[in-house]
Every structure is written in C-alpha cells, then in structure tokens.
C-alpha cells in the first residue's frame, strides 16, 4: 500500500457553504485568468460535517476550520525555529546541567520537534 501524503499547503477555507451548511478547506490552491475570466483550481482537504441547522454549530466549524488552517500553514516554519534553536542554542553538554528544570525544557523541546515531524514524543 502507498503513502498518501497530506495536501500541498497552504491551506485555507474555502468561504461558500454548500447546501448542508458545511465547510470545505482546501489546499494548492492556484487561479488564472483566462480570456477575461478567473478560473482556480485547487485540491480538497477535508469538509465539516454539520449535523443540524444551528448557525452556532457553522460558527464554530469555521472557526476550528481557520485555527486549523493558520496551524498548518505556521508547521514549517515552526519546525524550522526550533531546529534552529537546537542547533545554535542549545548547549553541547545540556543533558549534564544542573538544572532540572533547564533539563526538563530540552527534553520537551525535543519531543516537540519529534511530534511536529510525525514521530512520538
């Protein structure tokens, strides 16, 4: 069986409803214009599901919908950061300080990064 890899970023949500209220984001999102129209094309994440009518159900669908999107799209640069900060701040000896507590952010810098890649933390 073959990977399936997760949409190209970025995301973003798509902002028409469709006819059971519910919401689409979407990924590799692309347009041009063509002849005097606009047409885009892109690629389908994931739709909320919206099990009745109530417009505060859709409120708060949305707003999962854009905190999920903004983390997605903020991933890369995240993961970034903190390999940098492995990398140039941390200490060659770290795991010998003296400082529990010192010591207990590293390890939990680590299983950060570790989770941010898809591996356990």
Same mark, same amino acid.
């Given at each position: 069986?073959?990977?399936?890899?997760?949409?190209?970023?970025?995301?973003?949500?798509?902002?028409?409803?469709?006819? *059971?209220?519910?919401?689409?984001?979407?990924?590799?999102?692309?347009? *041009?214009?063509?002849?005097?129209?606009?047409?885009?094309?892109?690629?389908?994440?994931?739709?909320?599901?919206? *099990?009745?009518?109530?417009?505060?159900?859709?409120?708060?669908?949305?707003?999962?919908?854009?905190?999920?999107?903004?983390?997605?799209?903020?991933?890369?640069?995240?993961?970034?950061?903190? *390999?940098?900060?492995?990398?140039?701040?941390?200490?060659?000896?770290?795991?010998?300080?003296?400082?529990?507590?010192?010591?207990?952010?590293?390890?939990?810098?680590?299983?950060?990064?570790?989770?941010?890649?898809?591996?356990?933390?």
């Amino acid at each position: 069986m073959s990977a399936i890899n997760p949409t190209s970023r970025p995301w973003q949500v798509k902002h028409d409803l469709d006819l *059971e209220g519910r919401t689409t984001l979407i990924g590799n999102v692309d347009g *041009e214009l063509i002849d005097g129209t606009t047409h885009h094309s892109f690629d389908f994440v994931c739709r909320t599901i919206d *099990e009745d009518d109530d417009s505060q159900s859709r409120s708060i669908a949305i707003a999962n919908a854009d905190y999920i999107v903004r983390v997605v799209n903020a991933h890369d640069a995240l993961v970034d950061a903190i *390999e940098a900060i492995n990398r140039d701040a941390r200490p060659c000896n770290w795991d010998d300080d003296d400082d529990p507590a010192q010591v207990a952010a590293w390890k939990k810098l680590d299983a950060a990064l570790a989770r941010a890649k898809g591996g356990a933390a």
